[in-house]
């Protein structure tokens, strides 16, 4: 159960080992209201200034609480609409609300009581599955790479990558040998919802509309990837609010929902400077690849067929919240969930807590 972005929670159910995904079962999306998203932004701006994972001053206690509440609605709701008694669920992965993401600090903080979701839908919850990564020195992000390889398995492909586009763009390389690589590329959505939402009252660029009437200024664009993020090796990984607008302040909503479309996806051509072979297949997934506009981006500045998750087969909007029930099953099982390839830590690590109910 996946609710890294502002949009909404996404519930997803999957039956797997840990190792093979052997189904895919139903998946949901419950869309915050606008006093919900509110609330949430004021989270993470009170987040700001924290210095200890366990710290909610002020309005992260309210949000806190708040969240694991809608969160526990969402469940119920899920079981509900698909005919699914809660006892037949073994785990729980809870994502929580990313508020703050300072890896260099060996700080990250994901909102989320996996106690308070536990006791009310009577379930055992795995939750907090950053925290560990992060204090052994890792990034603590990107985490699905393990479950995109598992979906890669059928791939003739290789290598391939999985391009995650939510508020955040990540990138997931599988090598022929099955070796990951992974990484934050830069930003994803986020920059360009935040633009639409002041300038056209939308939460979203729907269909890239905005975008497509304007026209990126290849000035601003050059000084949006001069950030230093573009040089770093990887594994690295960003927080929401690592890039932010001011660079095409002045511009007009359409060109600037154009520049800010266009960085996001000349953030992921630079990325694959870093990689040790090109991939031959990139598969995209999250938001993103709703965005007429982005995807021909991708596909202009990738030179390599650049497809939807769902021409596999696979559902885009569901795959972080299958990831994390897939991680929540490998951390029952103390397997790895994060590796040097794809978040510098040392050595293979699993990681997240365990709330019985």
């Known amino acids: 159960m996946s609710g890294t972005s502002l949009d909404g929670i996404d519930v997803a159910m999957i039956v797997s080992d840990g190792e093979v995904v052997m189904r895919r079962g139903p998946s949901a999306t419950y869309a915050y209201t606008l006093a919900q998203q509110a609330l949430l932004r004021q989270a993470l701006d009170g987040a700001r200034g924290l210095t200890a994972r366990d ?3 002020g309005i992260l206690a309210e949000a806190e609480q708040a969240l694991t509440g809608w969160h526990a609605e969402a469940v119920e709701k899920f079981a509900e609409e698909n005919g699914i008694s809660l006892s037949s669920i073994d785990i729980i992965g809870f994502h929580g609300q990313t508020v703050l993401h300072r890896p260099e600090q060996r700080l990250t903080v994901q909102l989320g009581l996996g106690e308070g979701l536990a006791q009310r839908l009577g379930r055992p919850v795995i939750y907090d599955l950053r925290a560990a990564d992060v204090a052994a020195g890792g990034q603590g ?10 979906l890669a398995a059928p791939l003739a492909e290789r ?4 391009l995650n586009i939510g508020g955040v763009a990540n990138m997931t390389w599988i090598g022929a040998d099955g070796g990951l690589i992974a990484f934050d590329t830069g930003p994803g959505n986020a920059l360009i919802n935040d633009w639409c939402q002041r300038f056209a009252g939308e939460a ?3 269909d890239g509309r905005l975008a497509a009437s304007g ?4 000035r601003v664009l050059a000084r949006l990837l001069s950030h230093h993020y573009f040089t770093l090796p990887p594994p690295k990984s960003l ?6 607008s001011s660079a095409v302040e002045g511009l007009s909503p359409a060109d600037g929902a154009a520049t800010l479309t266009c960085f996001t996806a000349a953030a992921v051509a630079a990325s694959t400077r870093l990689l040790p072979a090109l991939p031959k297949l990139y598969v995209v997934c999250g938001g993103g690849r709703l965005n007429p506009v982005l995807m021909h981006e991708l596909r202009e500045l990738l030179k390599a067929p650049v497809i939807a998750a769902e021409n596999l087969g696979l559902d885009g909007d569901s795959m972080e919240a299958e990831a994390w029930a897939y991680l929540a ?12 390839g794809t978040t510098g830590v040392p050595a293979p690590l699993s990681g997240g807590r365990l709330a019985e109910p």
Do not use: M, Q, T
Not at 215 to 218: G, H, L, P, R, T
């Open 239 to 244: 927080d929401r609010n690592s890039f932010d």
């Open 215 to 218: 026209v990126a200024n290849e």
């Open 159 to 162: 290598p391939a990558a999985f």
């Open 204 to 206: 979203l660029d729907r």
């Open 141 to 150: 992000a990107p985490l699905v790479p393990v479950y995109h390889r598992a």
């Open 55 to 57: 710290e909610r001053p």
């Open 329 to 340: 099953i490998r951390s029952l099982k103390h397997l790895p969930i994060s590796f040097p």
